[in-house]
């Protein structure tokens, strides 16, 4: 038993170290880019947003377990909701910024790690990736090229940053879908699908819930795509 106990040990602990490192470096990076880059804080939130998703390829690499992801997005979930009010982690969130996009970003991922993880690991990736590289390249673009914008409700977008969001969304589900070895004639077709309705839950996000229903609409209509095709 202790021999059992120590080898599942090991084999979390190397994995878990690799990530946190990860983490780390994106943290000291997010924190030199806030203090060098002052007039752009959105870029530097950004980056986090982006560098974050990409964590789920190292978990998928390194085959960590569906408990460990969703307990790290429940931990994850209380200092995002922690530096909404505080100024834990400034160049993530800043006070007083309406905005709950964080929080359903850390909830997202562990819903999709909950559902999807164990047997449909894919999913779980599409589901955020296609928020962290779409929506986070949809901002970029839409902010320093958007040209064209029209509004959805209350909230301003530009046809820049919701091309940007497609296109986006559909190189990383169709690189995704190969990599789990679907390599059928409907790959790119799903991925059209998928990355449309992505793009147009992209649009609404008011008090960042696109956090929570691009990464879950996202992940379900691809996986119910998939099963039907």
Not at 46 to 64: D, E, Q, R, Y
Not at 196 to 210: P, Q, R
Request: aromatic share 12%.
């Amino acid at each position: 038993m202790q021999h059992l106990i120590t080898n599942y040990f090991n084999q979390s602990f190397y994995p878990l170290t690799i990530i946190f490192i990860y983490l780390a470096i994106l943290v000291i990076i997010a924190e030199v880019l806030s203090r060098s880059i002052t007039d752009d804080p959105e870029l530097t939130r950004k980056v986090v947003h982006i560098g974050s998703g990409n964590v789920i390829l190292l978990a998928w690499w390194l085959h960590i377990s569906t408990w460990i992801i969703v307990a790290a997005a429940a931990i994850a979930s209380i200092i995002a909701l922690t530096s909404y009010f505080l100024p834990i982690l400034p160049s993530i969130n800043s006070v007083g910024r309406k905005s709950l996009g964080t929080l359903f970003y850390a909830i997202s991922i562990g819903i999709l790690a909950a559902v999807f993880w164990r047997d449909y690991p894919q999913y779980t990736a599409i589901g955020i990736l296609v928020m962290a590289w779409g929506d986070g390249m949809a901002a970029i673009i839409g902010q320093r090229f958007g040209q064209h914008s029209y509004r959805v409700f209350d909230i301003n977008k530009s046809w820049e940053g919701s091309l940007a969001m497609a296109l986006t969304s559909f190189v990383v589900i169709s690189l995704i879908l190969l990599l789990a070895q679907e390599n059928s004639g409907q790959t790119w077709l799903i991925a059209g699908i998928v990355a449309v309705i992505a793009t147009a839950l992209e649009a609404f996000s008011k008090l960042g819930i696109d956090n929570l229903t691009v990464p879950l609409g996202s992940a379900g209509v691809c996986y119910l795509c998939s099963q039907l095709f």
